[in-house]
């Protein structure tokens, strides 16, 4: 505790760092601020049966990344989820296409360009999910609208503020990482996220102590081990990495003799980070779209796949996960190329050919590597299910994993990076320089 006091009064002497943090703060506030303001002509006060659809299923998780802004009808309601959305089909886009190929390799440029194209992508997404939004919300809370005005009036102009509102958050962020600590879209969702977490932590212990099969502080007691030991799973998971040694053989400038120096190829035990569960998650929603607003009378299928505690959900999400890091894994990493980089510097692994046989072996090497990794990070992404079956509120739940808990962890990491470096470069004394954050501090962010 005093370290951490230490810390902050070295933060506010450091006058760049203190700005920045200030202007951190009062973003993440004018974010918090926005997620209470209701649509125009939206009498909140009917809002009750919106407000129960968000408490359960896939629909709380929406909710969640919103900040409550979903379930508020506000005009944040979107949140940044579109923008992650339209991030990740540009990822997929820059490694399928080759024009956005040799894009990205034209450095700030190519970048600046797929950013532009990645907003454009970002409005359409939006025009589509905003009168998706409001025809849910009609068919929840028809009375919610004020009267003398017709939802067919109030479409139009609720959907330019909808997209209006989640492109304001995108710029906040921008504006975060530019001017502020950390990532910014990162940030703004981990304070969705986190918003949740003091309601949900009382309502857990209330649960626990009131209820006749609550089980009591010996339950509350073991609930806390076990989620102080998912979080050292997450850590491990958003840092954890496998290096296979090299011996490269490096000509000395000036010299024809060679050197013996080892380096090592890093080879990620969790090279997909939390990719293959935003995929799975996206495809997870799919159902929700389609059956949403259709009909009440949903037969079991529809039901389970709407139901992120059901054994038919979490079998489908295990599965997708593991093939999508095994996808993703494929296209980030080219265990040919890799081999052809090796034998271009002269260099090989010990007791392996160089080329073809290099090649293989990396592969192999991967391949271990992946489904071991697949299934902790799928054993980490069904945890809240897990936690239910413990009789876990479902608000405190959604923090004993998934990807709530991925990118709360990996947030943290890598804004506690960003002021470890500030503070570092004043010889000021940090929060990781002691501590198993430290090494391999590659953070990772929430898309």
């Not at 939206?42 to 802004?69: R, V």
């Not at 909808?162 to 906040?172: N, T, Y």
């Not at 000036?254 to 080892?262: D, E, I, K």
């Not at 050919?353 to 293989?360: I, L, M």
Request: net charge positive; with cysteine.
């Amino acid at each position: 505790m005093k370290k951490f006091i230490e810390t902050l009064k070295n933060c506010w002497k450091v006058e760049d760092l203190r700005m920045r943090l200030l202007i951190t703060i009062l973003f993440v506030a004018i974010y918090r601020f926005g997620s209470f303001v209701v649509l125009p002509g939206i009498n909140p006060a009917n809002l009750e049966k919106l407000q129960q659809q968000t408490a359960g299923g896939l629909m709380s998780l929406l909710d969640m990344f919103s900040g409550g802004a979903f379930s508020n009808a506000s005009i944040f309601a979107l949140g940044i989820m579109p923008y992650i959305s339209a991030s990740i089909v540009m990822q997929l886009v820059a490694i399928a296409v080759p024009s956005f190929q040799k894009m990205q390799r034209e450095g700030e440029s190519g970048r600046k360009k797929i950013m532009q194209y990645t907003r454009y992508l970002t409005v359409a997404i939006l025009l589509f999910q905003a009168p998706s939004y409001l025809m849910n919300l009609k068919m929840q809370s028809p009375g919610a609208l004020a009267s003398g005005l017709s939802w067919s009036e109030f479409l139009i102009p609720a959907t330019i503020i909808l997209a209006a509102g989640s492109m304001f958050i995108l710029w906040l962020g921008e504006r975060i990482t530019d001017k502020g600590v950390g990532n910014g879209i990162s940030l703004i969702i981990m304070i969705g996220i986190i918003a949740r977490l003091p309601q949900s932590f009382i309502q857990e212990v209330g649960s626990r102590f009131t209820a006749i099969t609550g089980g009591g502080l010996v339950m509350f007691i073991a609930e806390v081990l076990i989620l102080y030991a998912v979080v050292c799973a997450a850590i491990l998971l958003v840092q954890g990495t496998r290096k296979v040694p090299v011996q490269y053989a490096k000509k000395l400038v000036g010299n024809t003799q060679y050197g013996g120096a080892r380096q090592y190829i890093p080879l990620k035990l969790f090279a997909a980070n939390v990719m293959p569960i935003i995929f799975a998650q996206a495809l997870m929603f799919i159902p929700l779209a389609i059956v949403q607003y259709s009909s009440d009378n949903l037969g079991w299928f529809a039901r389970s796949l709407l139901d992120n505690s059901s054994l038919l959900y979490n079998v489908v999400y295990v599965i997708l996960i593991v093939a999508f890091t095994y996808f993703y894994t494929a296209i980030t990493l080219n265990p040919t190329q890799m081999a052809e980089d090796m034998k271009r510097n002269n260099g090989f692994i010990p007791g392996v050919k160089p080329g073809r046989d290099t090649a293989n072996y990396i592969e192999e090497i991967m391949s271990r590597l992946t489904l071991p990794g697949s299934l902790f990070i799928a054993f980490i992404a069904i945890m809240p299910a897990l936690a239910g079956l413990l009789n876990v509120q479902q608000g405190f739940a959604q923090f004993f994993g998934g990807t709530s808990l991925l990118i709360l962890v990996g947030v943290v990491i890598d804004t506690l990076q960003q002021i470890e470096s500030h503070l570092m470069m004043r010889h000021y004394d940090g929060l990781l320089n002691s501590g198993r954050t430290r090494p391999h501090m590659n953070g990772v962010s929430a898309y």
